[in-house]
């Protein structure tokens, strides 16, 4: 699903803007992830290759966001209960990926952000950015579902040495009912590993219980502290057997 050809540089220039390759590999990034902030796609495409020499390095990632939004590429909104604005790919901008032979099926753009699931869609970025600095390869929900047309569809999914593992992101509780309809779907799904990431230190054991109440071993369960630090997530199932993402 990530391939992309190697654009020289070159873009469509419109405006006195310039598209560069790897503001082509942001528009993919922004269409499969939904949103992302300004310091999310430093961290993402730039930090790596700029040492910070202030206390906001991602300032001048937002000027150049303001001249992709003022050439059509990309849109902004933002959310009530969140401070920084957030930046979406416009149609503009999946036509530029088409242009490229880049594939954006399933991948149509947003015109804005979707209140009830903003907090876990941004926390999910910041995952994603994490697991890929640890040297996994991220799959998000939207392009999933293109490829599993069936059956459960997890949060997103990673890929490592072979190894696939779905992911489920919870920053809050469900009702009992709900995870036994889910476990169950999972049950039949060609996932050997359901990791679930969790942000309240309770539910680990109480998800685990539900996993052991159905007998399911590929349920692996673990509190994340912060999402945007790039170290080890411990995992563990219904046995004690644990996973470590590192």
């Not at 082509?24 to 700029?50: C, G, N, P, V």
């Not at 970025?125 to 998000?140: A, F, H, K, M, Q």
């Amino acid at each position: 699903m990530h391939i992309y050809k190697n654009l020289g540089g070159k873009g469509s220039g419109w405006r006195g803007v310039e598209i560069k390759q790897r503001e082509i590999e942001i528009f993919k990034f922004l269409l499969e992830m939904r949103f992302s902030t300004a310091k999310q796609i430093w961290l993402r495409f730039y930090k790596k290759d700029h040492h910070p020499t202030s206390a906001y390095p991602w300032k001048w990632v937002e000027k150049r966001l303001r001249k992709l939004k003022w050439a059509g590429y990309i849109r902004t909104a933002r959310s009530h209960s969140y401070p920084h604005q957030l930046y979406l790919a416009t149609g503009k901008a999946r036509s530029e990926l088409e242009r490229y032979g880049i594939t954006c099926e399933g991948l149509p753009p947003l015109y804005g952000i979707d209140f009830k699931t903003f907090e876990h869609d941004l926390t999910l970025v910041d995952i994603r950015i994490s697991l890929e600095n640890l040297g996994y390869t991220y799959y998000s929900e939207r392009e999933l579902r293109m490829v599993l047309r069936t059956g459960r569809i997890p949060d997103g999914t990673i890929e490592r040495s072979g190894k696939k593992i779905a992911l489920e992101l919870e920053i809050s509780q469900k009702r009992r009912e709900r995870y036994i309809e889910i476990f169950k779907e999972y049950a039949l799904s060609p996932f050997q590993c359901v990791a679930y990431l969790v942000t309240l230190p309770s539910m680990p054991d109480y998800l685990l219980g539900v996993a052991e109440e159905l007998r399911m071993d590929q349920i692996y369960c673990g509190a994340i502290c912060s999402p945007k630090e790039d170290r080890e997530i411990k995992l563990k199932n219904m046995m004690g057997k644990e996973v470590v993402l590192s």
